[in-house]
């Protein structure tokens, strides 16, 4: 795998707001690098991205993830000109306090801002601060404007419903980790770019379709869209790293567990072959409170095995971290399997 592509698409990636629901530049980005690659990706009316590469028999494996993030909407504006947010995407309000915000005003234009609390000053609150609980309903956003009031902030064309994401915070280091938010999930998916390259310089016995969903994190980004050949569906999504998980920032995971439910045994053996004939170190996971598009497309009514693969992530809904190990091998295991 080309990694010095695959991190300077990935780096871009990072830096383009696509909060749940708020999509569209990530896609169009995604949409160029295929067009760059002579591939012509479809949308889906619900705003997904696909496009597949033909092998040269039978078969049809389709690739998911998603490129949508946690991040919010704007639930109130407050009388001191601070705003409410109302949180898209399972994460504890402790993991975006301080953090650089955008806001995305109907009008078009981007506010900058960040997220606090109430009681933010240790200084002023001393031990109430530590004290304090975050959650909704003490977490604000201060903008970076001169305002003071609800009325200023009307005046700027803040309003309730207004998109605020995250400041990913994109870095590569020395040693090849990637640090960011938003490797969930897409680190994956610039895998994808990856091995479509591959794919179109090589291909493989069975045609590989990728679906790259918009609504992931809230639960139902897979539950259309998955093309209506596909034989096998194996997600793509991080793979949480912490104490009690055999998951590495340098390893690709096979999870063959998670909230929804076990995933396919037989995938899940068919991916465990290919990484042996690989060389890979596999490692196998169970997350109890996870979930992917591949229980998404089940529930939905997806007449196909499932499977879940992906990079090792620590500290994943916070500021995240993989290492380039971690993305090779995702890639590699991939492209073994096609191949197999």
């Given at each position: 795998m080309n990694l010095d592509y695959t991190l300077d698409v990935l780096v871009r990636l990072l830096a383009t707001p696509s909060p749940t629901g708020f999509t569209e530049a990530a896609v169009t980005l995604l949409e160029q690098e295929l067009q760059a690659l002579g591939v012509a990706p479809q949308r889906?009316?619900?705003?997904?991205?696909?496009w597949e590469v033909a092998g040269t028999g039978e078969g049809h494996v389709t690739f998911s993830g998603h490129v949508d993030?946690?991040?919010a909407m704007v639930k109130g504006v407050k009388d001191s000109g601070r705003l409410r947010l109302w949180p898209l995407g399972g994460y504890d309000w402790a993991t975006v306090e301080g953090e650089d915000v955008l806001v995305h005003t109907q009008a078009g234009r981007t506010l900058t801002g960040t997220v606090v609390n109430v009681r933010q000053s240790?200084?002023?609150h001393g031990a109430a601060l530590r004290e304090l609980k975050r959650d909704a309903a003490v977490m604000e956003?201060?903008?970076?404007?001169t305002v003071s009031s609800a009325r200023d902030v009307r005046a700027l064309?803040?309003?309730e419903g207004d998109f605020v994401s995250f400041d990913a915070r994109p870095r590569v280091t020395a040693s090849g980790y990637v640090k960011a938010r938003h490797l969930d999930n897409k680190a994956a998916v610039v895998v994808f770019l990856a091995v479509t390259r591959e794919l179109l310089a090589a291909p493989a016995p069975v045609t590989a379709a990728f679906h790259v969903t918009t609504y992931e994190e809230v639960g139902h980004g897979a539950a259309t869209g998955i093309p209506a050949h596909t034989d096998a569906l194996i997600a793509v999504d991080m793979a949480a790293v912490g104490d009690g998980q055999t998951s590495s920032e340098h390893r690709v995971s096979l999870c063959v567990a998670d909230g929804g439910g076990p995933y396919d045994h037989a995938l899940g053996n068919r991916l465990r072959a290919a990484a042996r004939s690989a060389g890979l170190d596999l490692r196998v996971d169970i997350y109890p409170y996870y979930a992917s598009d591949g229980t998404a497309a089940w529930r939905a009514g997806g007449d196909y095995p499932v499977a879940l693969i992906g990079p090792g992530v620590d500290a994943s809904h916070a500021y995240e971290r993989t290492h380039t190990d971690a993305l090779r091998a995702t890639g590699d295991l991939m492209v073994a399997y096609l191949r197999q």
């Open positions: 889906t009316r619900k705003g997904a991205l696909t993030t946690l991040g240790t200084h002023v956003v201060r903008l970076d404007e064309g803040v309003q």
